[in-house]
C-alpha cells in the first residue's frame, strides 16, 4: 500500500527564515497531495494542496512542489512568523481515496 | 465557515468499558472517515463509510469497533471494550466527494480518549 515518508521530524527555524518540510510517496497512482497543520490541540487543518497535474502551487507565504517522477513532494513556508509553529503533516490520495499521512514534522519558529 | 463538530473533546473511561465517540460531519459532505492519533505519533486512518456502509477500514479497526450514522447528521465510532492502548486522539473528518484527485478533508477538532 501508500506509504509517506516526511522529513525532519522536527525543524527550527529563525523567524523571518524560510522552511523546508519534504515527502516522498511509494504508489505511483497517487496524484492528490494535500497539506495539514495541527496546532496544539486541534484537528489537522487543510493549508494547501497540490494535484498531480500541477509541478507547483503557491499562495502568500506557502508554497508546495510535487516532482512526480521522482514521487518527490515539499512544503514551503517563507518568511516564518511565530503562529506558524505547529505540527505539519504531509499526506497522499491513494488510487481508492483514501488519504494517509506522514509522520509529522514540528515546526519551531524561534523569536 | 462550515465546521466538523465532534463530541466530547475529552473522554476518561475504565478499561473493558464502551464509549461512542460522536460527530456531526459538515451537511453536504457524503464521505465520514474516522482517523486517530496516538500521542506524538501520525494521524493513522480507521475506517471510511458511504453511502450508510463501510468503504474500508485498517487493520486497527478490529471487531471491537464500529460505526453508525444513526439520522442524517451524526456520525458515531463505538468501541465496544476499550483497552489501555485505545488511548489516543480519534478525529472525524468528512468530505464532499472522492475518487482521483478529490477535495481533501475537513477534519473536527478530536476526542481525547483516555482508557484508564
Known amino acids: 500500500g501508500e506509504n509517506v515518508e516526511q522529513h525532519p521530524s522536527t525543524l527550527s527555524v529563525q523567524e523571518g527564515d524560510s522552511a523546508v518540510i519534504k515527502c516522498t510517496y511509494s504508489d505511483s497512482a497517487s496524484n492528490y497531495f494535500p497539506w495539514y497543520k495541527q496546532e496544539l490541540g486541534k484537528g489537522p487543518q487543510l493549508i494547501i494542496d497540490i494535484r498531480s497535474n500541477v509541478g507547483e502551487k503557491k499562495d502568500q507565504r506557502i508554497a508546495v512542489t510535487l516532482n512526480k517522477t521522482a514521487k518527490h513532494f515539499s512544503l514551503h513556508i517563507t518568511e516564518t512568523q511565530p503562529e506558524d509553529s505547529a505540527v505539519y503533516f504531509c499526506?497522499?490520495?491513494?488510487?481508492?481515496?483514501?488519504?494517509?499521512f506522514g509522520k509529522g514534522t514540528r515546526l519551531h519558529i524561534l523569536p | 465557515e462550515p465546521e466538523v463538530t465532534q463530541t466530547p473533546s475529552h473522554q476518561v473511561t475504565q478499561m473493558g468499558q464502551e464509549v461512542i465517540l460522536r460527530c456531526v460531519p459538515i451537511s453536504n459532505h457524503l464521505y465520514f472517515y474516522w482517523y486517530r492519533q496516538i500521542l506524538g505519533q501520525k494521524v493513522e486512518f480507521l475506517v471510511s463509510f458511504y453511502n450508510n456502509e463501510i468503504s474500508e477500514k485498517s487493520e486497527i479497526f478490529d471487531d471491537q469497533f464500529s460505526v453508525e450514522r444513526p439520522d442524517g447528521s451524526n456520525f458515531t465510532l463505538k468501541i465496544r471494550s476499550t483497552k489501555l492502548e485505545d488511548s489516543a486522539m480519534y478525529f472525524c473528518a468528512s468530505s464532499p466527494g472522492t475518487g482521483r484527485g478529490s477535495y481533501g478533508y475537513t477534519f473536527g477538532s478530536g476526542t481525547r480518549l483516555t482508557v484508564v
Open positions: 499526506a497522499a490520495e491513494r488510487r481508492d481515496d483514501k488519504i494517509i
